[in-house]
């Protein structure tokens, strides 16, 4: 009798299928050690993941651009380059 193969659960995170977790850390644009901290934390659902990686780049603060110093502008304004 032939037996018909298991059909996974769409919605959960299978962590011992490596071309899902490599294609879920793919399309959150996420290390390994990233998803696996987000796994740990709020479980295998595939939604909560991804709602928890919006979650880390929204918190994350950007670092703030290399605005020069006042007296250089001021020196640029002056003297235009030719």
Known sequence: MRRLKPK??????????????????KRLRL????????VIRVGNS??????????????RIPEPSRVPLAAVVASVARNPPA
Do not use: H, M, W
Request: proline residues 2%.
């Open 46 to 59: 595939i939604s909560a993941i991804n709602k928890q990686a919006a979650f880390q780049r929204a918190s």
């Open 31 to 38: 290390s390994e050690g990233e998803l696996s901290e987000i």
């Open 8 to 25: 996974p659960i769409r919605n959960k995170l299978d962590l011992s299928d490596r071309a899902q977790v490599r294609l879920l850390k």
